[in-house]
């Protein structure tokens, strides 16, 4: 609540006509009182203005990837006051869950001003970071804003993305193009099982090494677009048979379980009949005990 609260205080200056563009980009925690009490202690021509790598190896990345996958939804663009009055209940809960997380009033413009054009980005650790599926989860909002300015710092980074040279580039840019042609405009909304399913296969392409890289490669190089209307990889995943059909199982089903988290997307899993084909699974014998206590505590 206190980020939040200093978050707010920084908007107000903004939208007052105070300028901020000589503390950009905003560090925090311990790295920022260190910058900035440098600033003040060695003044203007010998402090060093901080950039985008030092902002990169702030975030946290395990608190990034829950933020990814665990969107939150009903967040504005606009920084909110946290310490007014709320009256409803339901409000107050989603803001508390929202405080466990980045929140996208800060983290998008942040990406943004990182992003701009005069700034030197390491592709590579921006993806491994999660904030590439960061931005690809801001598309899943049920705010048109939040999503256009997930657009917005995604093209930015497209163009820091064509003058890059990395290993795992061409498996990058097969998501992003995928993701691009299946859009229909900048204020189209994705389902949110796309905001776990996005964020996870850019993480698998930068690890070869795993289990699932083949499958979910082969599935995106065979299709120039994504069903933005249909699961990823359900059935190949849901009814395997291979020697990894666990894991491909229990992939799968973390999918649908963080996928399902408003009204808007159950038409996907009515289309699939996802649900009774999940619940049928905890009885067959080639069910693993892991597997029945995810279907029984999540599903």
């Known amino acids: 609540k206190a980020d939040r609260g200093v978050l707010y205080l920084l908007y107000l200056c903004e939208v007052n006509g105070v300028s901020l563009e000589q503390y950009r980009p905003f560090l925090w925690g311990v790295c920022a009182l260190e910058h900035y009490k440098a600033r003040q202690d060695?003044?203007?021509?010998?402090?060093?203005?901080?950039?985008?790598?030092?902002?990169?190896?702030?975030?946290?990345?395990?608190?990034?990837?829950?933020?990814?996958?665990?969107f939150p939804l009903e967040a504005e663009l606009e920084p909110i006051d946290p310490f007014a009055v709320v009256e409803s209940q339901q409000v107050t809960a989603a803001n508390q869950r929202q405080d466990t997380l980045y929140d996208p009033s800060f983290f998008l413009p942040m990406l943004s001003h990182l992003l701009d054009s005069g700034n030197y980005v390491d592709c590579r650790k921006f993806v491994n970071v999660g904030c590439l599926g960061y931005l690809f989860a801001s598309l899943c909002s049920k705010s048109s804003h939040v999503r256009m300015a997930g657009c917005h710092t995604l093209?930015?980074?497209?163009?820091?993305?064509?003058?890059?040279?990395?290993?795992?580039k061409a498996q990058i840019v097969m998501v992003f193009d995928a993701l691009k042609n299946s859009l229909v405009g900048t204020s189209e909304r994705l389902p949110s099982l796309f905001a776990s399913?996005?964020?996870?296969?850019?993480?698998?392409?930068?690890?070869?090494?795993?289990?699932?890289?083949?499958?979910?490669a082969y599935h995106l190089a065979s299709r120039a677009t994504l069903d933005l209307a249909d699961i990823p990889l359900y059935r190949t995943f849901l009814l395997s048979s291979g020697d990894q059909h666990h894991q491909e199982r229990a992939w799968i089903?973390?999918?649908?379980?963080?996928g399902l988290r408003c009204a808007e997307d159950y038409p996907i899993f009515r289309k699939r009949r996802a649900l009774s084909h999940v619940m049928s699974l905890y009885h067959l014998s080639s069910t693993t005990k892991e597997v029945r206590v995810s279907l029984s505590s999540e599903v």
């Open 253 to 258: 089903l973390r999918i649908l379980v963080e």
């Open 155 to 168: 093209s930015r980074f497209s163009t820091h993305l064509d003058g890059a040279s990395f290993r795992e």
């Open 197 to 216: 399913f996005l964020p996870t296969v850019a993480h698998i392409f930068m690890h070869p090494e795993h289990h699932l890289y083949r499958a979910i």
């Open 42 to 70: 060695l003044g203007l021509l010998l402090w060093k203005q901080p950039g985008p790598q030092e902002v990169l190896d702030l975030v946290d990345r395990q608190l990034l990837q829950v933020s990814s996958h665990r």
